[in-house]
């Protein structure tokens, strides 16, 4: 597509709850990322995923949370038994064959709201 | 340790007014810089980067922003503000042997009209 696609644009659920949250990065873009905004803080890094290699999950601060890629495009973040620190809007971005040192495209994020 | 820091966590300014975000990074590798705007309810869109050559850098929107090494900065200016630039701000540093961004925290712009 012509850019990075999110679905769905915002997602409440209650607490306890599993949700998964979808990127569609740019076609053709190898690399693809996912980062975590909390009000009023930056961007949290979770995980990196760059063509066949293995993600980098050095950023998901909990064993709750896990993403897959599949076929080198689409991916899923899902949040497991999900607490209300979760609460935040989830970023996705990907980046082309340049890599990650010329920038990212970013898509417009799910916000996620636990209840 | 690398880090970015944004000093200011909101700044207001009148429409017509100069305005300069300030934007400091530690990194050990040379590093290639970016300023980041987000507008409510949206993603995070490409302003400028700075990865060598001239240290003044312009961007969209009527933006720029220079890099001074000995000083560890990269200041994002704009010499008239319009009211639709009320936004947030993030100031981003990599390198070419890194796969990752470091953001800042932001810094919110408000505009009075």
């Known amino acids: 597509g012509a850019g990075v696609s999110q679905s769905p644009s915002n997602k409440v659920t209650e607490k306890g709850k599993d949700v998964e949250l979808r990127c569609d990065p740019i076609s053709g873009h190898t690399a693809l990322y996912w980062y975590r905004q909390s009000l009023g803080q930056g961007l949290e890094f979770l995980i990196y995923?760059?063509?066949?290699?293995?993600?980098?999950k050095s950023g998901l601060p909990s064993d709750r949370f896990s993403a897959e890629r599949t076929g080198g495009s689409v991916s899923t973040l899902t949040i497991q038994r999900t607490q209300q620190e979760d609460s935040a809007v989830y970023l996705c971005?990907?980046?082309?064959?340049?890599?990650?040192?010329?920038?990212?495209?970013f898509g417009s994020g799910t916000r996620l709201t636990v209840v | 340790a690398q880090s970015v820091t944004q000093p200011d966590i909101h700044i207001t300014v009148s429409e017509g007014a100069s305005l300069e975000l300030r934007c400091n990074y530690s990194?050990?590798?040379?590093?290639?810089l970016f300023w980041y705007v987000q507008s409510p309810g949206q993603g995070l869109q490409l302003l400028l980067k700075?990865?060598?050559?001239?240290?003044l850098v312009q961007g969209i929107k009527g933006f720029e922003a220079e890099f001074k090494r000995s000083q560890s900065s990269f200041n994002l200016r704009k010499p008239s503000v319009h009211w639709s630039d009320a936004a947030e701000y993030f100031c981003?540093?990599?390198?070419?042997?890194?796969?990752?961004?470091?953001f800042g925290t932001g810094t919110r712009l408000q505009v009075f009209p």
């Open positions: 981003a540093v990599g390198s070419y042997n890194t796969d990752k961004l470091i």
């Open positions: 971005a990907s980046s082309g064959v340049q890599g990650a040192p010329y920038g990212y495209t």
């Open positions: 995923f760059q063509g066949n290699s293995a993600p980098d």
């Open positions: 700075y990865f060598s050559g001239d240290t």
């Open positions: 990194y050990g590798a040379t590093p290639y």
